[in-house]
């Protein structure tokens, strides 16, 4: 037993080292792959890492309001004196638990929906699945969200599901297409003839070959989120009084900015 | 001595994977004179399409890489010129029918489209008008044998068969008047009654158009009723090559010896066991003669070296040293 | 006499599409004896591989009945009792995309074996190495990746995800059309061996001629949904009625004198092969062919038998062989 556990692990590694041979090639994937872990590791130690980690809060210094980035506050400093660099990289935590939490709850859904939609093209099932994706995807994204976030109480929590809400319509769509060319080739075909089930179908023999796309999608996507979630926060639609956003203070810096004339 | 149309010598050509590197074509050498019909037979992964796109330069040059080798068409090497001269021999000199006649035709521009720029990027006198190339045009359709051509060229490859699909092809491979035709398997996606109105077709216009063909295919039947010379390719090298009757009457080469026994007979003989093995594994050819693992006649030296070609009959060349003389 | 598999009375398969109705299948009749191999010959739109699918139960048939060893089958698959699923298996023609390529070659392996509850002794992974023993590929196999293998030892294992169910039908749908001579042979070298080794009865779809004339203990010709010629295999070959036959027999490349001198004179076929959405009236053959009569546009012929189980439809032979 344990050599065969030895040999299955050997396989996966040289499975690991054969992906990374394929990512590698292209220097562009290198550079992005580092960009995201630098961000990454500075969101989840953001206490650490960034130089004034007390200026995230409520924080107040008069004195070195509205610098220009300088060696002190490489970003400068905002309305109340304080460090952007550091607000920024809180504002990381924010985001990527938006993004990561918005697609982990969105992908499941539609691609589910798309894998059984598709699979059962031509049926009653694919009717209603797919008319209920249009419906989603007939109201534009933002209003929506607003609506969601201004009938429940603004928070956080509120945000994200308002975005998930009109997020998930675009994997099922995806996936739908996808599924229903798949379900016509032959290894379809031979595991019906064969008598697996409609679950087994859907989940082990279609999905598998909708990774690539599906991947691509929610890397792109991670982005968007975050653009919303920002956008929402921008009308104060998605902050308690605890967490700060970036997007936040730029409503306050954009009327003082106009008050002030400068 | 008659000047020869192409003439390929010692071509080496590899390609970068993960792992290492394939060393897929190891040394082939191959020429032919003006007006000829030679074959190209083979097996899959032996390498004959890299051969062909080679020809014409197209292979995309890192992963493949070309170590050595020169491939001479009207005695100018081809691997050596500059893209404007290539593009003048991928327009005038060379043509090519490739094997899936669905996918050299793009779906969504009419048949009239294709075959007039086609026409159009490759005329020998430029600047023909609009009307002179749709003329021509309707000329190759009918040479073509295809009924009705000025419906056709309003058509989409769609709407088509696969046989006519094949002789659009065809059309515009013919509509260059190239000098020299690669046809890649022409026939091997269609039925075996089109395939063989098809072949009839291309002989025929070959022979009024005085093209030089090369004809790649595996099928060993289609060789023998269609060329007058043939070379035979095992895991990038040619193994043997002659004038068609001679080959099919006395095949000298292990290889082509155990290819004709599985091929299965009108005869009624039964279907022979094949070759034993499978083919080398490019990342790690065998060393000397790469047919050396599966010839039941291998012998101490054939581990050791790669044989050339040696004269074993009248205008009969077998690489291999069982004709070592 | 032994006994019959598998026996198709007047099948018809039609599709209804916008363009028409596709009679893919139009009235098929034929019987398949145990441990015989009958040959299903015919180009594109001949409907093979519609009477196939319909057999497997990939489709349900429009009319007609379908009776394996005495049973009425006639319906989709889903409606059939699951052990049908055992008997009956399929190799279908691409070995590319019969084989899922995001699946292990175990795990392909396992599906009929998870489904049919058919672990053995050692569970599913001894059984798949038994499988892949039995088709002489080498247990690391299991693996394995499709695209990582070549276009026959995937066949090969097509061929052993059919064998997982022990079943006694096999259809074999173009199996070795996409391959080279070389691994053709090995393949049919191996699925012969298996038919003797487990009295398997098969059903061989193929365009090739020579290859039949190997294989089948039974030829069958097809063309646009019907059948044209069906004959025991020497007969066949020997003297070959129907004018299709003839034409597709001229057709064939071959690669020696003798076999030169066995096809029946160089026939040129012309035209293109219609449509089943527009099979031509009368005999569906009669545009192409090269001895037509008059009442060939008019009147469908009935098929006639000969002695030794040669049957023909064709005008030519209206009076009696």
Redesign the interface.
Known sequence: MGKTKTADLSRRWEKVK?SW??FSKNPLSIIGATIILIIVCLAIFAPFAAPYPEHAGSFVNFDEASMPPNLKHPFGTDVFGRDIMSRIFFGFRFSITMGVVVITLAAPVGITLGLIAGYMKGTWVDTVIMRLTDIFVAVPPLVLALAVCSILTPSVFNAMMAVTLMWWPWYCRMVYGIASSIKNEFFVQAAEVTGAGKLHIIFREILPNCYGPIFTKISLDMGWVILIGSALSFVGLAHNLQHRTWAQWLPMEASICLISGG | MAERLLDIKDLHISFDV?GGTLKVLNGVNLFMYEGEKVGLVG???CGKTTTAKSILNILPVPPARIPKGEIFFKRQDVLKMVPKEIQRIRAQGISMIFQDPTAALNPVFTIGDQLMEAIKYSSIQDGLSRREIRKLAIQTLQDVALPDPERILENYPIQL????RQRICIAMALATESQLLIADEPTTSL???????VL?LLGVLVKEKETSTILIT?????V??WTQRVYVMYAGGMVETARTAEL?ESPLHPYTQ???K??????????????SG??PDYLNPPEGCRFNPRCPHVMPVCKKERPPFFNARDDHQVACFLFKE | MAAETLKLINLKKYFYTKMGTVKAADGVSFSIRERETLGLVG??GSGKSTVAYTILGIYGPTQGNILFKGQDISRESKKRPKHFKKEIQIVFQDPGSSLNPRRSIKQILELPLRVHHISGNGGFTEQVEKLLNMVELPSEYMYKYPLAI??GERQIVAIARALATNPSFIVLDEPTSA????????I??LLMELQEELNLTYLFIT?????M???ATRVAIMYLGKICEIAP??EF?KSPLHPYTR??????????R??EE??PKKI??RG??PSPVNVPPGCSFHLRCPERMDICSQVDPEITGKEKGHWVRCHLYDKGL
Not at chain 2, 218 to 222: F, K, Q, Y
């Open positions: 054969k041979y394929k | 993960y097996e899959t992964g068969s696969g046989g006519m039925d075996v009654t089109i395939q063989d109105q009839r595996h099928s060993l039947g289609i023998r009723e099919f155990g290819l004709m599985a091929v299965p007979k009108l005869t009624g003989e039964g279907i022979a066991e094949g070759i499978r083919i | 180009e594109s070549g276009g391959l080279d001579v070389s691994v053709q042979a090995k049919i070298g365009h090739d001629l020579s290859l004339r190997n294989m295999t020497v070959f034409i597709l027999l001229s057709s064939i490349p071959v690669v020696s003798e076999e066995l096809k040129t076929s293109e092969i």
